[in-house]
C-alpha cells in the first residue's frame, strides 16, 4: 500500500514563529487532506489539497503532486495552533480509504 | 448545519464482550467511513459504506463488520473484545467516494 512520511516528527515553536510541515508519499494520489487533531482528539480538517496551493488565514499548504510531497505552513503560530498534525491520502479511485502518516506533534510556547 | 456525530462519546468494556459504535453523517453525504486510532499513531482506514454497500475494508480482523441504513447513519460492531481494541473510533463522511472527508469527535473505547 501507498507509504506516508511526515516530518519533523516533533516540533516546538515559541509563539510568533513560523514553521514548515513536510509530508512524502509513495505513490500517485487522488486525495490529499491536513488535519489538526487537538488535546481532546477532535480532528479538525485543515485543507483538501491533491495538488496546487490554498491559504486559509494563517495557515497555507502546497502539493507537487509530480514529486509527491506536500507542505503545511504555519505562520505567526499561537498556543492554540498546538496539537498532532497529520497529512492523509488516499490513491486514485479510493479517496475515502485514507493513509495517514505518522503526524507532526507541535507545542507552541508562550 | 451539524457535523458528523458520534455516538457514544465514551464506552467501558471488559474482554469477550461485544460493542456497537453508532454514526450519523453530514446530511447529505453518502459515504461513510470507519478509523481507528491506538494511542500514538494516525488513524486506520478499517471500512467504508456508499450508498449502504461495503466499498472498502482495511486489514482488521473478522471480529470487527459495520453495516449502513437507508438513511446513510451506519453503525460498527466488534465481537469478541480483546484489550488491544482499546482506541479513539472515529468515523468520517463525505459526499461520495471522491470528495474530501470529515470526521466526528470519534467514539473513545476502553477494555477492561
Known amino acids: 500500500g501507498i507509504q506516508v512520511e511526515q516530518s519533523p516528527p516533533d516540533l516546538i515553536l515559541q509563539e510568533g514563529a513560523n514553521s514548515t510541515l513536510r509530508c512524502n508519499f509513495s505513490?500517485?494520489?487522488?486525495?490529499l487532506q491536513w488535519f489538526h487533531q487537538n488535546p481532546w482528539g477532535q480532528l479538525i480538517n485543515l485543507f483538501y489539497i491533491p495538488s496546487g496551493t490554498k491559504q486559509n488565514g494563517r495557515l497555507s499548504a502546497t502539493t507537487v503532486a509530480t514529486e509527491r510531497y506536500s507542505l503545511l505552513y504555519i505562520s505567526s503560530s499561537q498556543t492554540t495552533d498546538s496539537g498532532v498534525y497529520f497529512c492523509a491520502v488516499a490513491p486514485p479511485g479510493t479517496a475515502s480509504k485514507l493513509t495517514f502518516g505518522t503526524g507532526t506533534r507541535l507545542q507552541v510556547t508562550l | 448545519d451539524a457535523g458528523v456525530t458520534q455516538s457514544p462519546t465514551h464506552l467501558i468494556k471488559t474482554r469477550g464482550q461485544h460493542v456497537t459504535l453508532r454514526c450519523s453523517p453530514i446530511?447529505?453525504?453518502?459515504?461513510v467511513s470507519w478509523y481507528q486510532q491506538v494511542l500514538g499513531q494516525g488513524p486506520q482506514f478499517i471500512f467504508q459504506?456508499?450508498?449502504?454497500?461495503?466499498?472498502g475494508r482495511g486489514n482488521f480482523p473478522d471480529r470487527f463488520s459495520a453495516r449502513q441504513f437507508p438513511n446513510y447513519s451506519s453503525e460498527l460492531n466488534v465481537n469478541a473484545l480483546l484489550l488491544g481494541d482499546s482506541a479513539l473510533y472515529l468515523c468520517a463522511s463525505s459526499f461520495n467516494s471522491n470528495q474530501p472527508q470529515h470526521f466526528g469527535d470519534g467514539t473513545r473505547l476502553s477494555i477492561l
Open positions: 459504506y456508499y450508498e449502504k454497500e461495503e466499498r
Open positions: 505513490d500517485s494520489v487522488n486525495n
Open positions: 446530511s447529505g453525504h453518502k459515504s
